[in-house]
């Protein structure tokens, strides 16, 4: 890490996004919004309503940021939960949960958070809208947060 940060998600990075059943709509909204920002999007499903298992979406999208097939991810599901947790088993992601446009901002400048993830049923359309143009236009502070994101990799 850079012991200035990292800079914000940039125009033209690569986002892989997923969700389950419960995160469809959102997830759908987000991918156009992000494409409008100029993202390039990787849709890894889930895309209908039928009772998907989230870790199975949530290891798609850290495997694909793992390896680089994506830089960014957004993982949604009913709470975001469930979603985060799975995704932070992979030691190269920092899922971070959000609710709001200060949560998703601390997320980027204190964690260096690579994954956003979202609750359909806890946050509205709008809100999650926030959540991602401010995840996706904030940059990591670096300095004193380098050395408590390096423990985030440590055994």
Same mark, same amino acid.
């Given at each position: 890490m850079s012991e200035g940060g990292r800079s914000a998600p940039a125009r033209g990075?690569?986002?892989a996004i997923a969700a389950d059943h419960a995160g469809v709509a959102l997830k759908t909204t987000i991918a156009k919004d =992000?494409?409008?920002?100029?993202?390039?999007?990787?849709? +890894?499903?889930?895309?209908?309503?039928?009772s998907v298992d989230y870790p199975d979406y949530a290891r798609a999208v850290s495997e694909a940021v793992a390896g680089s097939r994506a830089k960014w991810g957004v993982l949604v599901c009913g709470s975001?939960?469930?979603?985060?947790?799975?995704?932070n088993r992979n030691p190269a992601i920092r899922a971070a949960v959000v609710h709001d446009a200060l949560s998703?901002? =601390?997320?980027?400048?204190?964690?260096?958070?690579?994954? +956003?993830?979202?609750?359909?049923?806890?946050?509205?359309?709008d809100v999650a809208k926030d959540c991602v143009r401010v995840f996706f236009s904030t940059p990591f502070e670096g300095g004193r947060h380098e050395r408590r994101v390096a423990k985030l990799g440590e055994k």
């Open positions: 990075d690569t986002v =992000l494409e409008a920002l100029g993202f390039r999007v990787i849709d +890894l499903g889930t895309n209908g309503p039928e975001g939960i469930g979603m985060s947790m799975a995704a998703a901002r =601390l997320s980027r400048q204190h964690n260096d958070a690579n994954v +956003l993830a979202l609750g359909a049923r806890l946050v509205g359309e």
